[in-house]
């Protein structure tokens, strides 16, 4: 027998929530466009930088798989966000030294770690909010986007007048504006649990064709990332652009991001997510074969840059529908965790190891023809697999 759920619907605390996503992805404005440049700074070549940059990918596969564990364990599960934020900070400090490749490698793994540990719990935790309203969640992850922009921007101005190796005592205190916003944050109401016999396993549907064919294409649209994530600043940097022009490239890709999360929920009332996902990644296909082909053209990157509307905020949102449709309940937490740990993770260390190997053998612009293949390669895939199986559900009204 079904239990009917009496309780009337919490209100959703969308500013304390929209803090933590705007400190978090404040900082990643800094560290996505900028880092491999301070590493190239400290004298890191191509082959290094592809390496140290592998690790906040690699550090996905089992970060947030062991937060999430760790947390879903505990009597008290908030407490490893908080601790995860506090580490963060403690282990970027580190970062405000000199050091070696050695030492940036070991810095790197601890500080990758504890960083990706801590955004799939609070997606979890933002999501326990939303029961019943998961539309709405593009409103409140649009501030990370507001926070990633602000900051990509100022720091392209600041960075043409500072050293590239003063960029980790500007982020310093984005992580600590971060950690202190853990602590006005908690899980919402839990979820009621359906018996046995109502849910299948959790890795009964790991199996299902369709969640096995969105995990490998969430693994190829990472890897399709691999040069832009990795390299970008660089490759602009090597045809010419200054400092606060990358800023402005990145601002474009991020300005768009935003539009697509405010209206989100319009767009989702409008198309199903497979519709999205696989527009999404034809975006993405587009869009890195017009940064291998036309890098000098300002109009056509700037075009491009405007893509990432589709290629990384459409498919984001959509991924977090297919997550709630796949995985309800107490199981999204989990299935957070292996998305990010299988798309971000491994998917993240191939597309950069990838793109620095083909990067010294055959140049940036392959590398980013690489990235093209890839995104082509995962729009046939949910073409194939995921559409159907998203029609079926929808014409049986499950």
Avoid at 55 to 61: D, F, K, N, S
């Amino acid at each position: 027998m079904n239990t009917v759920d009496a309780r009337p619907p919490p209100s959703v605390p969308t500013l304390r929530l929209a803090s933590f996503y705007f400190a978090y992805y404040a900082a990643l404005g800094a560290f996505n466009p900028y880092w491999a440049l301070y590493l190239k700074e400290r004298g890191q070549d191509v082959a290094a930088i592809s390496i140290l940059m592998s690790l906040w990918y690699g550090t996905r596969i089992f970060a947030p798989s062991t937060w999430s564990a760790l947390a879903a364990r505990s009597s008290h599960p908030i407490r490893w966000l908080r601790a995860g934020s506090v580490l963060t900070v403690a282990s970027f400090a580190f970062f405000t030294l000199p050091h070696d490749f050695s030492a940036l490698f070991v810095v790197m793994c601890v500080f990758c770690f504890m960083y990706n540990a801590v955004m799939p719990q609070f997606e979890s935790i933002t999501l326990s909010h939303l029961v019943g309203k998961s539309e709405r969640y593009g409103r409140i992850r649009v501030w990370g986007s507001i926070g990633f922009v602000a900051v990509v921007a100022l720091f392209g101005v600041l960075l043409d007048h500072l050293p590239v190796t003063a960029l980790p005592w500007l982020m310093l205190p984005l992580f600590a504006a971060m950690a202190i916003a853990a602590f006005f944050n908690d899980y919402g109401r839990p979820p009621l649990v359906a018996t046995d016999v109502e849910s299948p396993s959790f890795i009964g549907k790991l199996r299902r064709p369709e969640v096995i064919a969105f995990f490998i294409v969430a693994l190829l649209m990472q890897i399709s990332f691999g040069p832009y994530y990795t390299f970008y600043s660089i490759y602009l940097d090597e045809h010419g652009y200054r400092t606060s022009a990358l800023g402005i490239y990145w601002s474009i890709g991020v300005i768009v991001e935003i539009l697509v999360f405010a209206f989100s929920a319009w767009i989702f009332r409008r198309w199903n997510a497979a519709s999205v996902l696989i527009v999404s990644l034809i975006a993405a296909s587009l869009r890195w074969a017009m940064v291998a082909t036309w890098p000098d053209n300002i109009i056509l990157m700037a075009f491009a840059q405007t893509l990432h509307a589709l290629s990384f905020a459409a498919f984001f949102a959509a991924s977090m529908q297919f997550l709630v449709l796949f995985f309800p309940g107490r199981q999204n937490g989990h299935a957070q965790g292996i998305y990010y740990g299988f798309s971000s993770g491994i998917g993240g260390v191939l597309g950069a190891l990838l793109s620095g190997q083909v990067w010294e053998a055959a140049g940036g612009e392959t590398a980013f023809l690489l990235g093209s293949a890839a995104a082509a390669l995962a729009a046939i895939i949910a073409w194939i697999w995921i559409r159907p199986a998203c029609s079926n559900s929808a014409n049986t009204g499950g």
